[in-house]
């Protein structure tokens, strides 16, 4: 069953606005981290939050875990055309290691 | 530090062919993982290595699908008998330690003709 689903699939803004994505993941994990992938070539690691962290901060970027409705958020501030991409969150449970990841949130930013 | 480095980028095989897929890890990483993106998706996971070792490959079909990770050398994921479904996007990722963020290899893509 899909672990991480991200909302919505798509998501169209202008430059200097900001991009809230979000993923719900249905088991326990030990954290949960956001990639992102530009057309045709592999994923960046952008931010890995811990199941006892609530909020984390890089650049930019603002995640959230709220582990009691098991969801995640990725605020994206002050977009710039540069970050279209497609967005996804990967869980990695307490028990194995293996990333689970969803099918991602298609991110526009329009100049 | 080259990252990881994924070859070829392209690969197009006729069907029945085998395929292998090339992935050598950053230095100091000895966890590599492989998945596969069919276009517009997530990724979906195959198999989890150490070296010489096959943690979990619950996520790789049954036949014709195999994936190595030897002592020395790159890691090799095999496709024996290439069928046009096996088209897709084939990354392999990497890191120093199982709970720790990946890094992602450019991918290769799969054509099956």
């Known amino acids: 069953s899909q672990q991480g689903e991200e909302d919505p699939q798509a998501l169209s803004i202008q430059e200097g606005e900001n991009a809230t994505m979000n993923c719900s993941y249905k088991?326990?994990?030990?954290?949960l981290q956001w990639y992102r992938q530009n057309s045709g070539r592999g994923l960046v690691h952008l931010i890995l939050i811990r199941s006892n962290e609530r909020e984390k901060h890089s650049g930019r970027l603002r995640v959230t875990l709220d582990t009691s409705k098991k969801s995640s958020s990725l605020l994206i501030t002050a977009s710039r055309a540069a970050d279209t991409a497609s967005y996804f969150c990967?869980?990695?449970?307490?028990?194995?290691?293996?990333?689970?990841f969803g099918e991602g949130t298609q991110l526009t930013v329009n100049p | 530090n080259a990252g990881v480095m994924q070859n070829p980028r392209h690969l197009v095989r006729r069907r029945g062919q085998e395929a292998r897929l090339r992935c050598s890890p950053m230095?100091?990483?000895?966890?590599v993982y492989w998945y596969r993106q069919l276009p517009e998706e997530g990724l979906k996971f195959m198999v989890y290595l150490q070296k010489e070792n096959i943690i979990d490959e619950s996520g790789m079909p049954k036949e014709r699908f195999s994936a190595e990770f030897p002592k020395e050398g790159p890691s090799i994921l095999r496709i024996q008998q290439v069928v046009r479904g096996d088209s897709a996007a084939y990354f392999c990722a990497s890191s120093p330690q199982a709970q720790e963020g990946y890094t992602f290899g450019s991918g290769t893509r799969l054509t099956v003709v």
């Open positions: 088991t326990s994990i030990n954290n």
């Open positions: 990967a869980t990695q449970e307490t028990s194995g290691s293996r990333l689970t």
């Open positions: 230095k100091g990483h000895s966890h």
